[in-house]
């Protein structure tokens, strides 16, 4: 893991989880079926306000880093939130493996040339922030500490 860590640096994690799910929220709005980009379905609006609690974590991350400050309550929960959402990423990327798999159903029916690819790169974007996610998180216990509910006691001095 630690080999992991220094490949992929805590910079870089960052960087490179903000190009993925911009990405991905562009790739939702694309029909897989139909080669078109469905800009006025509401479900298509889910990921990109969901991915809000994601970047808005990345840059608390980015923020308690650079600033060498402990992690506090709201971060804490803004990562408890991120866990939920992880869990929907993972749907996200079972869902896009299912519609893949499930081509030879839609055998009769005319399937775009750019079905396998788009799809093999939306899986793959999609496999790619569920390992950056929880790279994030591993860095975020390394360089920024545990969730301690007596840090106040430890590390703040009350006549500063």
Not at 53 to 59: A, D, I, P
Not at 68 to 73: F, G, H
């Amino acid at each position: 893991m630690q080999y992991l860590y220094s490949i992929l640096s805590w910079k870089r994690c960052l960087i490179l989880s903000v190009g993925v799910l911009s990405s991905l929220i562009i790739l939702n709005f694309y029909g897989l079926y139909s080669n078109r980009f469905y800009l006025f379905k509401p479900d298509n609006y889910i990921f990109p306000i969901l991915s809000l609690l994601h970047f808005t974590f990345l840059y608390v991350f980015w923020f308690k880093i650079k600033e060498r400050e402990y992690p506090d309550p709201r971060m804490r929960n803004l990562e408890y939130a991120l866990y939920v959402i992880f869990v929907i990423y993972i749907f996200n990327t079972v869902k896009t493996v299912n519609t893949l798999i499930s081509s030879g159903e839609f055998a009769d029916h005319l399937i775009p040339a750019t079905f396998y690819p788009v799809g093999a790169v939306i899986i793959g974007l999609q496999l790619l922030l569920l390992i950056l996610t929880l790279l994030t998180f591993g860095h975020r216990k390394r360089l920024i500490g545990d969730y301690k509910t007596d840090y106040l006691d430890d590390h703040l001095e009350p006549w500063d």
